[in-house]
Every structure is written in C-alpha cells, then in structure tokens.
C-alpha cells in the first residue's frame, strides 16, 4: 500500500527569492507499508517545473500498490512525486533486510556534512544584518536575481567578510548582466553562480570566460539532461526532487563526475525527512546545501541534528 499526505511545516521567517515569497514548506510525505513494514519520503512540489500538491498527488496515487523501485523508474517521470515513493522503498527496503540504506546501495558509512546556510532575497540593508548574524557559519548562499544585486552581494561580503559566497541568480540574469557582474563577484570571493541565465537560454554560456564556476541547477534534472551542459558548466545541482529520488540521484552523481563536473547537492525548502537521503548523494560532494531543516520553525518528530552548519547523518528512526 502506498499513501501520500499533504504536511505543512511553518519557516522560522518568510524566505524570498527572485520568483516569490513563502512562509510555510509544503510537502507531500508518501509512505510504503507492506508486511508490516513501513518506509516513507518526502517531495516538494515546484510549480517551476509544472507541479503542484494535486497534480503530485494524483501521480503518487495511480501507482500499483505492489510497485518496485525499478518499476517505479519507468512508470514516473523525473520529479517530485517519484522521489517521495523512490525514497519512500529504499526506506522500506532498509527497514525490512535490518540494513542502512548506505549498505543497500553499496555505498561508505556516510559522514558529517557542513552546509550552506541560505539568505533570503531582501533589500541590502537587511541582507547585511542577515548576513552579520550568520557570520559564523562557513558558507553562505545568497538569493539573488534582479537587476539591482550588487549592493546587495557588498552588503553581505561586509556582514560577513569571512565566509565563501555561493550565489543563486534563480534564472534572473540575462548574459551580458552576468558579465558586468563577473568581475566584482570574483573580487568579493564569490566561489560559485547557480543558474545565473533562464535555462531555455543558457546556451549563451557556451564559450564565455569565467572568472566563477557556473552551477547548473533549473537546467540539470537527471542524467538525460547533463550531456546537453558540456562547455557551460562546471558544476551540477543534484536535487532530489529533480532527479525523482535517490536511486536516479546516485546515478547522475556517478556520470558527472566520469564527465568532469564538479557536485553539489541541494534541496527545496522541505523537513528533515527530504533532506537524509540527500545526505548520502551528499558525501564527498564539492558543495553541500542541505539547510531547509535550518529554515524552520518546525520539523519532523525525529529531526536531522545541525550544529552550526555540521550536519549530522539520519538517524534509523528519520529514514534509511
């Protein structure tokens, strides 16, 4: 049997970014019982790539009851809803042999990550005083976007003068705002673009000089859409909720870096019970931002342990 709930989990403070505001993470948590046994996951569902609660749902809820994780790669498409229910087996799979999901998958005991902490959007001013107050922490990811984002990048880079930068453009840059900004990114210590242009015109990337690794994330999902990013990426955002769960998650890993890219891991805002198998796609990556948990006012019963910016692997009783 497989059900799928709506959960709703309240944000600490509203988190903005170039498309929008929200103040709460909603998720679909998708569970797996079978011969007493029960496994479950979790997916947010981005109506950037054309989901929502009811449309994720409804695929959740047409599998068969019986479905195998293999099976499960061919009846969904890479997204959110086959990530909840990928996640969901190998939870269960785990449970029922008495093993980790790292022994099932063939992997190392996983190890403690440090992770970014995100800034939310916001005007520069309050991005420094956000920034100040995260100092501490090793890396920050910044939310930009709009074509007023360099006051806002100095004014982080003065609230926090030591942490490494990784900027997120979430698609809003055009080429040539890209270029005029390379230069004080490099000077400000920016290790890092995500997504700076739209992905339908990310092929400006092709070619151009760059003084900071480019990370592709709106135009990278699953191994069929990393051949196509040859020459204007460095580096790939592997997202569990793009990729469709863990199994196709490991994968990708494998074939970037046999392809030459460098990895981060990331999430959707979401629970600790998104972020502990992306955790193990996590291990060795070359940068790690799993901090949605850090985001919230409220978090699953038994949630991921952050120390800072250390975060701690999942414990059997969370998930694997």
């Given at each position: 049997?497989?059900?799928?709930?709506?959960?709703?989990?309240?944000?600490?403070?509203?988190?903005t970014?170039?498309?929008?505001?929200?103040?709460?993470?909603?998720?679909?948590t998708?569970?797996?019982?079978?011969?007493?046994?029960?496994?479950w996951?979790?997916?947010?569902?981005y109506?950037?790539?054309g989901?929502?609660?009811?449309?994720?749902?409804?695929?959740?809820?047409?599998?068969?009851?019986?479905?195998?994780?293999?099976?499960?790669?061919?009846?969904?498409?890479?997204?959110?809803?086959?990530?909840?229910?990928?996640?969901?087996?190998w939870?269960?799979?785990?449970?029922?042999?008495?093993?980790s999901?790292?022994?099932?998958?063939?992997?190392?005991?996983?190890?403690?990550?440090?992770?970014a902490?995100?800034?939310?959007?916001?005007?520069?001013?309050?991005?420094?005083?956000?920034?100040?107050?995260?100092?501490?922490r090793?890396?920050?990811?910044?939310?930009?976007?709009?074509?007023?984002?360099l006051?806002?990048?100095?004014?982080?880079?003065?609230?926090?003068?030591?942490?490494?930068?990784?900027?997120d453009?979430?698609?809003?840059w055009?080429?040539?705002?890209?270029?005029?900004?390379?230069?004080?990114?490099?000077?400000?210590?920016?290790?890092?673009?995500?997504?700076p242009?739209?992905?339908?015109?990310?092929?400006?990337l092709?070619?151009?000089?760059?003084?900071?690794?480019?990370?592709?994330d709106?135009s990278?999902?699953?191994?069929?859409s990393?051949?196509d990013?040859?020459?204007?990426?460095?580096?790939?955002?592997?997202?569990?909720?793009?990729t469709?769960?863990?199994?196709?998650?490991?994968?990708l890993?494998?074939?970037?870096?046999?392809?030459?890219?460098?990895?981060m891991?990331?999430?959707?805002?979401?629970?600790?019970?998104?972020?502990?198998?992306?955790?193990?796609?996590?291990?060795g990556?070359d940068?790690?931002?799993?901090d949605?948990?850090?985001?919230?006012?409220?978090?699953?019963?038994?949630p991921?342990?952050?120390?800072?910016?250390k975060?701690?692997?999942?414990?059997?009783?969370?998930?694997?």
């Open positions: 049997m497989i059900r799928v709930q709506h959960d709703t989990f309240k944000l600490a403070q509203v988190f970014i170039a498309r929008g505001s929200k103040s709460a993470a909603e998720v679909l998708a569970t797996v019982e079978r011969d007493g046994v029960k496994g996951g979790e997916c947010v569902p109506a950037r790539y989901e929502s609660l009811d449309s994720v749902t409804a695929q959740i809820e047409s599998l068969p009851a019986g479905i195998t994780r293999a099976e499960l790669q061919e009846a969904l498409p890479a997204g959110a809803a086959r990530n909840a229910v990928d996640c969901a087996l939870d269960w799979e785990a449970k029922r042999a008495g093993k999901v790292w022994e099932l998958a063939g992997l190392a005991r996983p190890e403690p990550l440090i992770t902490y995100t800034l939310s959007l916001d005007t520069p001013e309050a991005m420094r005083a956000s920034a100040a107050a995260q100092a501490h090793p890396l920050l990811k910044i939310k930009l976007g709009t074509p007023d984002d006051p806002r990048l100095r004014a982080v880079r003065e609230g926090a003068p030591e942490a490494r930068i990784i900027i453009a979430n698609e809003g055009e080429l040539e705002t890209f270029l005029d900004l390379q230069a004080e990114l490099h000077r400000l210590g920016v290790v890092l673009v995500e997504q242009l739209p992905a339908a015109a990310d092929e400006a092709s070619g151009v000089e760059r003084l900071v690794p480019i990370c592709a709106e990278c999902h699953d191994r069929a990393l051949i990013l040859r020459g204007k990426y460095d580096v790939i955002n592997i997202k569990l909720d793009k469709g769960g863990l199994t196709e998650a490991l994968a890993r494998a074939l970037a870096h046999s392809e030459g890219f460098g990895v891991v990331g999430c959707m805002v979401g629970s600790s019970l998104a972020m502990a198998p992306a955790v193990l796609v996590a291990q990556a940068f790690v931002d799993l949605g948990p850090l985001l919230l006012a409220e978090d699953r019963s038994v991921l342990h952050y120390k800072g910016s975060m701690d692997p999942p414990e059997p009783e969370l998930w694997g």
